[in-house]
């Protein structure tokens, strides 16, 4: 079978060929298949069938990580959320053909062991008419991005009604379907920034009030046109100058959900979240405006909550995903490298 690695610690952008890809033996596997009296009890092992691409990643190719997950060394499997299916079980929670989400190696099969817990360990797919053929949801939609969503908004963002919220990102995985959410709780506006005339016409047609191509328009102006000195909420994926425009424009007693600053990933000199100008940071004290770091893994509580939310408005046609399929194992390094380039709308998914 087929492994992906991390060639080298990644200083700057990131290019495929820190991607590399070898050949290692199938685990407890003979010339008849699978070995089932070699796997361990509470282990399965699993076909990978669709692996999640995100942003954090690229925070594991350097050290020291990002804190909460440990940067990958050379020479070790790259490991992201993926949805598998169950091909040899010795764990009576998770029998042959079921499906599993969790934390798993970028491999074609890999073995799992199933007592540890969501998020790092596997958790069953759940079997809901009509969501049948959109397994990979559970990466996006339902996953990791669309909680990071959900939870976000809930626990950092404070929504209420008639709020006028910004989404930096707004095409991409999570950003997407923090606009709709806001829509959804009733949001007076939803402006959107992202990166192409494409977006803009995707997130107008799922709900966005107004959009902002930030490669095309004048940002600044256009934040002053839509939302001057009005915004409620900030749901900031990009960090830098963006954000030092939205923050301008922000209302007293204002809230930021401080979910990503992609726009330095690629440069470690820069502190996460990145530093504000002093004209930023005195509006932000001024007008007693949250700015707090926002980790998923610290509101696992909320998760269940917000996944019964996010099915439940998907079901009544509230809320819509999109992916971006990759197909082929061999392809993963190109979707990672094009998902950090903003080529993706929704959520990148390498298909295997």
Same mark, same amino acid.
């Given at each position: 079978?087929?492994?992906?690695?991390?060639?080298?610690?990644?200083?700057?952008?990131?290019?495929?060929?820190?991607? =590399?890809?070898?050949?290692?033996?199938?685990?407890?596997?003979?010339?008849?298949?699978?070995?089932?009296?070699?796997?361990?009890?509470?282990?399965?092992?699993?076909?990978?069938?669709?692996?999640?691409?995100?942003?954090? @990643?690229?925070?594991?190719?350097?050290?020291?990580?990002?804190?909460?997950?440990?940067?990958?060394?050379?020479?070790?499997?790259?490991?992201?959320?993926?949805?598998?299916?169950?091909?040899?079980?010795?764990? =009576?929670?998770?029998?042959?053909?079921?499906?599993?989400?969790?934390?798993?190696?970028?491999?074609?099969?890999?073995?799992?062991?199933?007592?540890?817990?969501?998020?790092?360990?596997?958790?069953?797919?759940?079997?809901?008419?009509?969501?049948?053929?959109?397994? %990979?949801?559970?990466?996006?939609?339902?996953?990791?991005?669309?909680?990071?969503?959900?939870? =976000?908004?809930?626990?950092?963002?404070?929504?209420?009604?008639?709020?006028?919220?910004?989404?930096?990102?707004?095409?991409?995985?999570?950003? %997407?379907?923090?606009?709709?959410?806001?829509?959804?709780? =009733?949001?007076?506006?939803?402006?959107?920034?992202?990166?192409?005339?494409?977006?803009?016409?995707?997130?107008?047609?799922?709900?966005?009030?107004?959009?902002?191509?930030?490669?095309?328009?004048?940002?600044?102006?256009?934040?002053?046109?839509?939302?001057?000195?009005?915004?409620?909420?900030?749901?900031?994926?990009?960090?830098?100058?963006?954000?030092?425009?939205?923050?301008?424009?922000?209302?007293?007693?204002?809230?930021?959900?401080?979910?990503?600053?992609? %726009?330095?990933?690629?440069?470690?000199?820069?502190?996460?979240?990145?530093?504000?100008?002093?004209?930023?940071?005195?509006?932000?004290?001024?007008?007693?405006?949250?700015?707090?770091?926002?980790?998923?893994?610290?509101?696992?509580?909320?998760?269940?909550?917000?996944?019964?939310?996010?099915?439940?408005?998907?079901?009544?046609?509230?809320?819509?995903?999109?992916?971006?399929?990759?197909?082929?194992?061999?392809?993963?390094?190109?979707?990672?490298?094009? @998902?950090?380039?903003?080529?993706?709308?929704?959520?990148?998914?390498?298909?295997?």
């Amino acid at each position: 079978m087929n492994e992906i690695f991390l060639t080298r610690h990644a200083d700057g952008e990131v290019s495929p060929d820190h991607f =590399g890809i070898r050949r290692v033996e199938i685990p407890h596997s003979t010339t008849d298949g699978f070995n089932g009296q070699s796997i361990p009890e509470n282990h399965v092992i699993v076909k990978i069938l669709s692996m999640s691409v995100d942003p954090y @990643m690229r925070s594991r190719m350097t050290p020291p990580g990002p804190g909460y997950l440990p940067a990958w060394n050379p020479g070790e499997v790259i490991t992201s959320s993926c949805i598998g299916e169950v091909k040899m079980s010795r764990c =009576g929670k998770y029998p042959n053909g079921t499906l599993i989400q969790g934390l798993m190696p970028w491999q074609e099969f890999t073995l799992l062991d199933c007592s540890k817990e969501f998020p790092i360990g596997p958790a069953e797919v759940p079997k809901i008419e009509g969501l049948l053929g959109k397994e %990979s949801y559970f990466l996006g939609l339902f996953g990791t991005t669309g909680l990071t969503a959900a939870i =976000g908004m809930k626990v950092k963002g404070k929504l209420t009604e008639n709020d006028v919220v910004v989404v930096s990102g707004a095409a991409g995985a999570t950003g %997407s379907v923090a606009g709709q959410i806001a829509k959804i709780k =009733g949001a007076k506006k939803v402006i959107g920034i992202c990166g192409s005339d494409e977006k803009c016409d995707y997130i107008k047609e799922i709900g966005f009030t107004h959009s902002i191509n930030y490669k095309t328009e004048n940002v600044e102006e256009a934040l002053l046109k839509y939302c001057k000195n009005e915004v409620t909420c900030y749901f900031d994926n990009v960090g830098g100058q963006t954000a030092e425009w939205v923050i301008s424009n922000m209302a007293p007693n204002s809230n930021i959900v401080l979910c990503g600053q992609i %726009s330095s990933y690629n440069d470690k000199s820069i502190p996460y979240p990145n530093p504000l100008s002093e004209p930023i940071a005195e509006h932000l004290t001024k007008n007693n405006i949250t700015r707090e770091r926002f980790l998923l893994l610290e509101h696992m509580k909320e998760y269940e909550s917000c996944l019964v939310d996010l099915i439940g408005w998907y079901m009544g046609g509230q809320l819509s995903g999109r992916e971006t399929i990759v197909n082929g194992f061999e392809n993963s390094g190109r979707a990672f490298c094009e @998902m950090m380039k903003g080529k993706n709308i929704g959520k990148m998914i390498i298909k295997c």
